[in-house]
């Protein structure tokens, strides 16, 4: 059995790996095998050496450990290496997996602060910088992300979920502002993010509202008096 951990970061939940439960496995299980110090095994009559964050597999292990069919496994790692999140190199022997970026994401803050400015792969090991300067970038980013309008529905829905709206769906926001031009009232929308605020609010005040309640209130008069 495997000891230790990894890291993770909550960013991975808007990644597409997220939305694919056996990948998400898939991607767990590549940062469990992946070596956290250098190593050398012997493969048959041969010496391999493997680096921290590199590991061997084979298409029928991962296809073992995740549950994936072998064309579905291959699949997948074809988009991790389109994505950038893998090298794979394949012999008539065995399959060698190395993690992109593995040390800056996986290793000591420290190693991290000299190697701020490393080019990024697009999922950033799970898509998250947890240097400090990067996360104000990360959040000025959003503002100005909410400030671009229109947004699309998939936006609206992603920023449904990450604030655990059910009130209303993304199609109902979309479709009710996109008719109207994205006029709040008679200006222009400046944030859709707060609208979806004051939408929040008003659905749930017209479900549990003061009318009801002052309506039940003075029925409850009459009964009494």
Known sequence: MMEGWIKTYRELQNHWI??????????????????????????????????????ITSISKICEATGMK?????????????DKMINKQTTSK????????????????????????????SVQQTCNTVV??????????????????????????LRIEERLITSFTAEAFFAHYNSNGWMVGKNKMKDWDSALTT?????????????????SIKHTDKLWN
């Open 18 to 55: 997220w939305k694919n439960d056996k990948y998400l496995k898939g991607w767990l299980w590549f940062l469990f095998r992946a070596n956290h110090t250098e190593n050398k095994i012997l493969i048959g009559t041969e010496f391999i050496d493997i680096k921290r964050g590199e590991f």
């Open 94 to 121: 065995l399959t060698k997996i190395t993690i992109s970026n593995y040390e800056y994401y996986q290793g000591d803050q420290q190693t991290k602060n000299k190697r701020t400015n490393k080019p990024k792969t």
């Open 132 to 157: 400090t300067t990067d996360k104000n970038e990360e959040n000025n980013n959003n503002e100005k992300k909410y400030k671009n309008i229109p947004p699309t529905i998939e936006e609206i829905k």
């Open 199 to 215: 939408w929040n609010t008003k659905k749930y005040n017209n479900e549990n509202g003061s009318g009801n309640n002052k309506r």
């Open 70 to 82: 072998a064309q579905s496994t291959r699949t997948f790692l074809r988009l991790l290496e389109t």
